[in-house]
Nanobody
Framework: QVQLVESGGGLVQAGGSLRLSCAAS????????MGWFRQAPGKERQFVAR????????SYADSVKGRFTISRDNNKNTVYLQMNSLKPEDTAVYYC??????????????????WGQGTQVTVSS
């Protein structure tokens, strides 16, 4: 069983920065793409960013491109999301997730099967 535990959320003013972390259990972390998603109140969960199993490939939602950076440390079984120039519309619960299949691109939410409990990010104006 894989467990994902997010941390690093909080309250920040617009223009500020936060770094989210997601620690994963299990020995096969380095074989799976990882993703970050978010869900704002009353809205559907949306894709934020993903990173390939090696860390060599990344994808971002247009709304965060140039402001957010996803990275991973396979030695620490951890994936990160550095969030800069935060905006009030970035306010949401942020979730990390692991791809269903090893060595898959995992470009959509349906391709992820393990999810963390989420961490709240609130950006004040």
């Amino acid at each position: 069983q894989v467990q994902l535990v997010e941390s690093g959320g909080g309250l920040v003013q617009a223009g500020g920065s936060l770094r989210l972390s997601c620690a994963a259990s299990g020995r096969t972390f380095s074989s799976y793409a990882m993703g970050w998603f978010r869900q704002a109140p009353g809205k559907e969960r949306q894709f934020v960013a993903r990173i390939s199993w090696t860390g060599g490939g990344t994808s971002y939602a247009d709304s965060v491109k140039g402001r957010f950076t996803i990275s991973r440390d396979n030695n620490k079984n951890t994936v990160y999301l550095q969030m800069n120039s935060l905006k009030p519309e970035d306010t949401a619960v942020y979730y990390c997730a692991r791809a269903k299949r090893a060595y898959a691109l995992a470009l959509s939410a349906s391709e992820y099967d393990y999810w963390g409990q989420g961490t709240q990010v609130t950006v004040s104006s």
